[in-house]
Every structure is written in C-alpha cells, then in structure tokens.
T-cell receptor
Framework: DAGVIQSPRHEVTEMGQEVTLRCKPI?????LFWYRQTMMRGLELLIY????????DSGMPEDRFSAKMPNASFSTLKIQPSEPRDSAVYFC?????????????FGDGTRLSIL | AQSVTQPDIHITVSEGASLELRCNYS??????LFWYVQSPGQGLQLLLK??????LVQGIKGFEAEFKRSQSSFNLRKPSVHWSDAAEYFC?????????FGTGTSLTVIP
C-alpha cells in the first residue's frame, strides 16, 4: 500500500518567493497533520485537519503560512513570502479516525532551504 | 505546563546490549503515549503506543515500553540491540487537542 506521499522532496528557493508543499495522505485516512522539524525547535505540529476541515492551527507560526485540504486525498502547505528562518524539514502525516491521538503515518518529508 | 522530556540527547550502545530510552511527561490526566523512530532522511515510524490497560506494551522490531504513572514515565526498552536500530527515537504525548514530541534521543550502535 502506498504511504503518505510528499512532494517535492527537496526545495531550494530565494527569500521572498512563494513555496508550496504538497501531501497525499493514505487512502481512507481522515486526519492529516503538518509538522515542521528543525534542530533548534524539534518537531512542531503546525496544523491538523479532520475530514478536510482544519481543527487546530494554533501551531502555524504566522500569517505567512497557510494550509488547505480541498479534498480527502490532497493537502498543501504554503509559505508566502518565504524567509530564511523557514528552512526546515516539513512532514505530513495522516491517521484514521478523529482526534490527534491516533497513530500517525508520516511521509518522508520535504527539505526546504530558503536562501 | 504540559511537556515531554527525553533526558538523553545521545546514547551509544554495543550491538547485542540492552537498551533503555527514557521519556517523562507532565500532563494533568493520563495521556496517550507513543514512541516513534526516525531513520536518516525519512519520516517517523510508529514503534508502539499506550492508551490504557496493560502498562507494558509491545511494539514492532522487538521494542517494548512500560507506562509508570507514579513516575510519569514511558521508557522504551529492547533486550538486544541490532546495528539497524541506529536512528533517532521520539517519545510523543497527546491529550485532548494537544500533541507534543520530545526532543529525541539519537542512538548509535557500535559493533
């Protein structure tokens, strides 16, 4: 079975550019999570969706970040404009059921570098 | 404040030796507890979880963890480590709408 698929795997762009990260959750999973991982702050939950509806976005760092889930099989995390401090690995995860406490299945991440 | 603590940033063990990775949490109620493993360049993989019931839980790859309410701990153990176990290990705790990962413990396995 296909796992969580993220694209691109790597992204290098200049400061000020718009960045869009994509995620396809496991088919049948109805919760989706976006995380950011850095050396300084570890793994941080940015936002999670249940049945395509954002449940908690309190982890989104600022208005430059936005996430959407237009349907059950696709989500995007957008940064506009990007800044060097946004450089990190961004993970998407999905799980069955509602609630944040179900086991999560992670993608391989997008390594983002903002120059 | 709610928190998850992994006191050991880095641990080195010999192949075949036993392993224990520590995790302590601070939550008002009994939380949901998880251990995940991350290999370089990859996402996290669930090793095991505790929701309720038997406080000793078995996971994949020969790992187990024990929930000790009195110590607010959920330590991960393996009786005999393999070279392929070298990775980063994360404890995670969830309660209500809140979910936090610990800072991780990096495991090195020497021959």
């Amino acid at each position: 079975d296909a796992g969580v698929i993220q694209s691109p795997r790597h992204e290098v762009t200049e400061m000020g550019q718009e960045v869009t990260l994509r995620c396809k959750p496991i088919s049948g999973h109805n919760s989706l999570f976006w995380y950011r991982q850095t050396m300084m702050r570890g793994l941080e939950l940015l936002i999670y969706f249940n049945n395509n509806v954002p449940i908690d976005d309190s982890g989104m760092p600022e208005d430059r970040f936005s996430a959407k889930m237009p349907n059950a099989s696709f989500s995007t995390l957008k940064i506009q404009p990007s800044e060097p401090r946004d450089s990190a690995v961004y993970f998407c995860a999905s799980s069955l059921g509602r609630g944040i406490n179900q086991p999560q299945h992670f993608g391989d991440g997008t390594r983002l570098s903002i120059l | 404040a709610q928190s998850v603590t992994q006191p050991d940033i880095h641990i080195t063990v010999s192949e075949g030796a036993s392993l224990e990775l520590r995790c302590n949490y601070s939550y008002g109620a009994t939380p949901y507890l998880f251990w995940y493993v991350q290999s370089p360049g990859q996402g996290l993989q669930l090793l095991l979880k505790y929701f309720s019931g038997d406080t000793l839980v078995q996971g994949i790859k020969g790992f187990e963890a024990e929930f000790k309410r009195s110590q607010s701990s959920f330590n991960l153990r393996k009786p005999s480590v393999h070279w392929s176990d070298a990775a980063e290990y994360f404890c995670a705790v969830g309660s209500g709408n809140q979910f936090y990962f610990g800072t991780g413990t990096s495991l090195t396995v020497i021959p």
